[in-house]
């Protein structure tokens, strides 16, 4: 019987725990962070970040590299703050990323591809969102929700920074039905033998917000890790596990969970 340790979290936030300027947080600062909250708390071999590390790219590619050195592989997917492009954040992103938060997620490919410690699962990158561990067959993505009803978009219009920092050449409904429609394509077409799903939106609503989860047809992993929704969770439905480990805006502890896959 072969077996994976795997250490999870999501929703890192590191703006909310490390002082950020316009253009990130310091090498040094990010290296302290993790020796402090990550290094102590190793036990898988893997480490799965399921999304919102950080709006700054750079800085989530230094923390996604300093957090490698510990770890045999490194496996994120996005989540909706890495699309986010804000002139807050900085004057030149908009400009940078034309205007088009899908350039943003290519240029993290981009600067990842080279990366063998590091996979960025993503639908739009070259694996597709699948890799092969040590014969774990594993996907990932944001998996984009779909706001339902009239109470789903006034959220998102008006509550939700998606609607506002996700830019594209599409309305603002248009933008994130496309996401969805895309999200749900490559699901449908994932084999149904995998090990484990990594995504940024479940696929089971914990909050009574369509905002927060994408539905799907059929759950085609025993183990399904999620961020998004800040709720830590370990549960199961319809014979899938569903585990978050979510840090949030207000974590005093950064815990580092882990799991362990068999087959």
Known sequence: MKSLNVDYISDLHLSFYIKSDNNGYSIESIKEFIDKNIKPKVNGQILVIAG??????KSSIV????C?????????????????????LNKNMKKEFDYNSLNKINKICSLLKENEKIIFLDRTNSNNGMICYNGFKIAGDTMWYLP????????????SNDSRLILSNLSKRDKIMALHK???KWYDNLPNDLDLIITHTPPVNNKNNSCYYCSVNSFKAPVWIYGHDH???????SNTRF???PWGYESKDFKVKTLTLRK
Do not use: C, P, R
């Open 52 to 57: 919102d590390i950080s709006e700054f790219i």
């Open 63 to 66: 923390f996604l590299e300093e």
């Open 68 to 88: 490698a050195k510990y770890y045999d592989k490194v496996l994120f997917v996005a989540g909706n703050h890495e699309y986010y492009i804000s002139s807050m």
């Open 148 to 159: 339902q009803g009239i109470s789903g978009w006034l959220f998102y219009y008006l509550y």
């Open 182 to 184: 895309e999200s749900v």
């Open 231 to 237: 709720i830590e969770s370990d549960f199961t439905q």
């Open 243 to 245: 585990i978050s480990n």
